[in-house]
């Protein structure tokens, strides 16, 4: 038998139009903390699916040998019983259940009469809890701990299921230093129980301090496996981001015109904790022509500037000034904002972007049936019309526009959503996370929309959790770190590393 | 609603140079004709159940005077479903309309028998008293927050305990003439007296006319704009089955009492709450609202208010449904409208509207409306019992709604 607890070889996936994985190999030797390292859409998540049995054995090809066995999951009960428990990054704890309630779900600890044994449950909840250093009351409701300690739950969840292999999603995205800091000792803690880990994460310092072995995808494949001593950051940025950078973005000549929107110290609260400052003091401008990208960790605020700025959609207490073409303007609705031409395209298309039961049609109209009123009525074949022209602009392939857009791929959803927008006719398109979930050519077509929009002398701010596709398709660069503005880069001076250091820079405390 | 996967002619001239021209027209055709049907599986339903109870009653059902009955008894249930299938395409549910019908016709009987008020004003305060208690329901639901079920639960015990409260345990009769035709008149007889009445046949002509010339009209529009419309034969065929259904029921009622007046404020009804859910900007929010509300509102949807008017709407209609039945029985009592919100809601969801909101139509809650109807009827007409006939309702719903499940099961995943 060898030394590895996990291989994985050869892992292709395949959705509808994607290919996610493409001939991934993983060795993760038994003990060791291995690290997952790629950008969003590389593939990571889908690979864990796949190794938990999310996606079950049969729906892609490939082996996992676990412990020397070949084995095939028919879901995640399966995985789990062998001793594979995945950590997600949206934790799955119950609010309103206690820490003990959660730790035992579906596992719950049972009397010989068949009932719940709680004194039992609570002793053992208790003893897990120590496991992990937590010291509070396993009767404690989870919704009163914090986002750190959660995390800590499903550790010891975790462990109550006699883990062998503990896959971490983004442990840290939601942390504060402190928290992460004891995250990582404990792993190192588990490790020296003889636990092995696999953590996915962006966090690079993070890797370097706790892994014994890196592995990088890009694209849905394997790009290299390094060992401890060969780990640096600029090695794995280099594999994160690939070499052929110029050739994904199509060219873009930039002509520049007047500023067209300007935003000064806008600040927004968090919706319900109203002395939770969630974005701060950002100030920044769009000009014609212009695509600017903001640039920002998950969590940075990015999403929840642009919401709070979209007919305040997002927040409370919202303060600061918005200038068009020099004058003031409010956005205080969404209807107010659209008229004073804006748009802001969602980062989740399913979620608040589109209605997925209605056709291609009427989600092309949504934000602007007034325009086609004729005497009260909508003027259904005018409907017809246009969104029939948008389909042959933009490509998108149906047979045409009575197909129901819950139907389309990521992509032909995301030309349905900027379609929408482009028809309420802005001036400023705020574009978030453009191209989320799609697959490498769709992605090619939305950057050669975007550069057309801004050709048409539209100014675009684009919102990426993709440092190269903002380095690809901007013309100036804004950094936003824990809702605050750290700094702004013309292209010309915006390489990888200068933009990742301003997105991590952290408040000065 | 159906997606054509039929090639245009022009793809169809362009791919298939070597495919026999007639096959790909029969084959066109065919798609068109089943996909219709699928499209219209309710409708098909109502014919089905008309067709066996013709059977099971000998030709009962469809003697002239049930066939008027048959308007008349489910009018305040097809008036109660418009508004509902509305509020159930928006997301939301309103369970108090039973006890709204029943609050506002106590009212109206205060207004037209203990005050004595003319007939016109008495029906234009209780549809005011309806829009009212849409205020405040709305109010709660849209500006407030709380869930519609909740508020419209808590309703359906409010209105029903002030409906107690105006009839002052008693009930209320004889109502003015005038009033009463709402629910029992008929308009007749104008042009003196016939065997069949000519008005009933001419308003039905006018009717086929007035269809042919919109169908017509509303293709002509299509095949201007380069869309695709269904083959000429086939929209053909269905215009004329369409006009001689509208024919046999004309006769039906030219040859009893004429038209009803329930029937004219019905249509009246359906037509204009038709245009307003598929042509107006309120009825497209209100189907965007219901598909996904958080979509609606990046998208500069007012969903509050639009929430809000809805109430209001539904308030008026439960109290315009409130008068028709207290006209008809010529009394307001405290049982009144009791049960009516889960008559309204099946006809909502048997005509294809779905739980989660943003599916559903006027024609398809009407048509819902009518298939409860005709089996209350029918099963009345065989002397089946209550307690039966309130057996197969509940499972004539549970089948409808387990029959548009599949079917969308079954077509997510083509």
């Given at each position: 038998m060898s030394n590895n607890?996990?291989?994985?070889?050869?892992?292709?996936?395949?959705?509808?139009?994607?290919?996610?994985?493409?001939?991934?190999?993983?060795?993760?030797?038994?003990?060791?903390?291995?690290?997952?390292?790629?950008?969003?859409?590389?593939?990571?998540?889908?690979?864990?699916?796949?190794?938990?049995?999310?996606?079950?054995?049969?729906?892609?090809?490939?082996?996992?040998?676990?412990?020397?066995?070949?084995?095939?999951?028919?879901?995640?009960?399966?995985?789990?019983?062998?001793?594979?428990?995945?950590?997600?990054?949206?934790?799955?704890?119950?609010?309103?259940l206690s820490i003990a309630e959660n730790i035992f779900l579906n596992n719950e600890v049972t009397s010989r009469t068949g009932l719940i044994d709680w004194n039992k449950t609570n002793h053992e909840a208790r003893t897990l809890l120590a496991r992990v250093g937590l010291r509070d009351n396993p009767m404690t409701p989870i919704r009163q701990l914090g986002v750190g300690k959660q995390q800590l739950v499903e550790i010891a969840k975790a462990l109550s299921k006699q883990v062998k292999l503990l896959i971490l999603d983004e442990p840290t995205a939601a942390l504060n230093d402190e928290d992460s800091d004891h995250l990582l000792d404990l792993i190192l803690h588990l490790k020296g129980q003889g636990i092995t880990s696999i953590i996915i994460s962006h966090k690079l310092n993070e890797i370097k301090k706790i892994a014994d072995s890196v592995t990088v995808i890009r694209d849905g494949k394997t790009i290299e496996t390094m060992q401890r001593q060969d780990v640096s950051e600029e090695r794995i940025i280099k594999d994160m981001?690939?070499?052929?950078?110029?050739?994904?973005?199509?060219?873009?000549?930039?002509?520049?015109?007047?500023?067209?929107?300007?935003?000064?110290?806008?600040?927004?609260?968090?919706?319900?904790?109203?002395?939770?400052?969630?974005?701060?003091?950002?100030?920044?401008?769009?000009?014609?022509?212009?695509?600017?990208?903001?640039?920002?960790?998950?969590?940075?605020?990015?999403?929840?500037?642009?919401m709070s700025l979209f007919g305040h959609s997002y927040g409370s207490r919202i303060s600061g000034k918005v200038?068009?073409?020099?004058?003031?303007?409010?956005?205080?609705?969404?209807?107010?904002?659209?008229?004073?031409?804006?748009?802001?395209?969602?980062?989740?298309?399913?979620?608040?972007?589109?209605?997925?039961?209605?056709?291609?049609?009427?989600?092309?109209?949504?934000?602007?049936?007034?325009?086609?009123?004729?005497?009260?009525?909508?003027?259904?074949?005018?409907?017809?019309k246009v969104a029939d022209d948008f389909r042959k602009s933009m490509n998108i392939k149906a047979p045409n526009v009575l197909v129901k857009t819950g139907k389309l791929s990521g992509g032909n959803q995301q030309k349905v959503v900027l379609s929408k927008w482009i028809y309420s006719d802005p001036d400023v398109l705020i574009l978030d996370?453009?191209?989320?979930?799609i697959d490498v050519g769709a992605k090619y077509e939305i950057y050669t929309i975007i550069n057309r929009l801004a050709a048409e002398g539209k100014g675009i701010i684009v919102i990426s959790s993709e440092l190269p596709e903002l380095l690809g398709i901007s013309d100036r660069i804004y950094a936003i770190s824990e809702g605050r503005i750290t700094g702004e880069l013309p292209i010309e001076e915006a390489t990888p590393e200068a933009v990742l250091t301003l997105m991590t820079m952290e408040r000065p405390r | 609603m159906s997606e054509p996967t039929t090639p245009t002619p022009t793809e169809s001239q362009a791919v298939g140079g070597n495919v026999n021209p007639a096959d790909n027209?029969?084959?066109?055709?065919?798609?068109?004709?089943?996909?219709?049907?699928?499209?219209?599986?309710?409708?098909?339903?109502?014919?089905?159940?008309?067709?066996?109870?013709?059977?099971?009653?000998?030709?009962?059902?469809?003697?002239?005077?049930?066939?008027?009955?048959?308007?008349?008894?489910?009018?305040?249930?097809?008036?109660?479903?418009?508004?509902?299938?509305?509020?159930?395409?928006?997301g939301h549910i309103d369970l108090s309309v039973g006890s709204v019908a029943a609050f506002v016709g106590a009212c109206s009987g205060v207004f037209a028998v203990h005050w004595g008020l003319p007939w016109w004003l008495s029906i234009a305060l209780s549809l005011l008293i309806g829009a009212l208690v849409g205020v405040w329901q709305g109010f709660w639901i849209a500006f407030v927050g709380i869930p519609a079920f909740i508020v419209t639960l808590a309703g359906m015990l409010i209105f029903r305990g002030l409906a107690l409260v105006v009839l002052?345990?008693?009930?209320?009769?004889?109502?003015?003439?005038?009033?009463?035709?709402?629910?029992?008149?008929?308009?007749?007889?104008?042009?003196?007296?016939?065997?069949?009445?000519?008005?009933?046949?001419?308003?039905?002509?006018?009717?086929?006319?007035?269809?042919?010339?919109?169908?017509?009209?509303?293709?002509?529009?299509?095949?201007?704009?380069?869309?695709?419309?269904?083959?000429?034969?086939?929209?053909?065929?269905?215009?004329?089955?369409v006009s001689a259904a509208i024919a046999f029921f004309a006769y039906s009622l030219a040859s009893y009492k004429g038209i009803p007046v329930t029937l004219i404020v019905l249509a009246a009804l359906v037509l204009i709450y038709g245009i307003v859910m598929s042509r107006t900007v309120f009825g497209r929010h209100i189907y965007a609202i219901g598909g996904n509300r958080h979509a609606a509102e990046l998208s500069g949807i007012k969903t509050r208010r639009v929430d809000f008017w809805l109430f209001v709407n539904m308030g008026t209609l439960a109290a315009l449904a409130g008068l028709i039945f207290t006209a008809?029985?010529?009394?307001?009592?405290?049982?009144?409208?009791?049960?009516?919100?889960?008559?309204?809601?099946?006809?909502?969801?048997?005509?294809?509207?779905a739980v989660q909101g943003g599916v559903g139509t006027i024609g398809g809650a009407i048509i819902g409306g009518l298939i409860i109807g005709v089996l209350n009827n029918g099963m009345s007409i065989m002397g089946i019992g209550i307690e039966w006939q309130q057996a197969v309702k509940g499972l004539v719903l549970l089948l409808a709604v387990a029959f548009d499940v599949y079917n969308k099961r079954r077509s997510g995943r083509s």
């Open positions: 607890i996990l291989e994985m070889r050869g892992i292709t996936k395949t959705f509808p139009g994607v290919k996610a994985l493409s001939d991934v190999t993983i060795e993760v030797a038994r003990g060791e903390i291995h690290a997952i390292c790629g950008e969003n859409g590389a593939g990571k998540s889908t690979l864990m699916k796949v190794l938990s049995g999310v996606y079950p054995h049969g729906s892609y090809e490939g082996d996992i040998v676990f412990e020397g066995e070949t084995v095939a999951f028919r879901d995640l009960s399966d995985s789990e019983a062998k001793g594979i428990v995945i950590i997600h990054q949206e934790l799955a704890l119950s609010p309103y981001v690939g070499r052929d950078l110029e050739h994904r973005y199509p060219d873009h000549e930039p002509h520049i015109g007047e500023e067209l929107l300007r935003v000064e110290d806008w600040t927004a609260h968090h919706p319900q904790d109203s002395s939770r400052v969630v974005v701060d003091n950002v100030s920044l401008n769009v000009r014609a022509g212009e695509i600017v990208g903001i640039a920002g960790l998950m969590g940075a605020g990015r999403t929840e500037f642009a200038f068009k073409r020099g004058k003031e303007i409010k956005t205080r609705t969404v209807a107010e904002a659209i008229q004073n031409g804006i748009a802001y395209a969602t980062e989740d298309r399913k979620t608040y972007g589109l209605n997925l039961i209605e056709d291609i049609k009427r989600n092309i109209s949504m934000a602007s049936l007034r325009k086609l009123e004729r005497w009260g009525l909508v003027h259904d074949n005018e409907e017809y996370e453009p191209t989320r979930g | 027209k029969f084959t066109a055709w065919l798609s068109h004709v089943l996909a219709d049907l699928g499209k219209n599986g309710i409708f098909i339903a109502l014919i089905a159940v008309v067709v066996l109870f013709s059977f099971t009653t000998n030709g009962i059902l469809l003697r002239p005077q049930n066939i008027s009955n048959l308007i008349v008894q489910n009018g305040y249930i097809l008036v109660l479903a418009i508004g509902m299938v509305m509020v159930i395409i928006a002052g345990n008693a009930n209320i009769g004889s109502f003015p003439a005038e009033y009463r035709a709402l629910g029992n008149g008929f308009l007749t007889n104008v042009f003196g007296e016939f065997e069949i009445d000519p008005l009933t046949l001419a308003i039905g002509g006018l009717a086929i006319v007035l269809l042919v010339i919109q169908q017509l009209r509303s293709r002509r529009g299509r095949v201007k704009y380069g869309q695709e419309v269904e083959p000429a034969a086939w929209f053909i065929v269905k215009l004329v089955l008809r029985l010529n009394l307001a009592g405290p049982k009144a409208g009791d049960g009516f919100e889960l008559e309204a809601i099946s006809a909502a969801f048997i005509g294809g509207a």
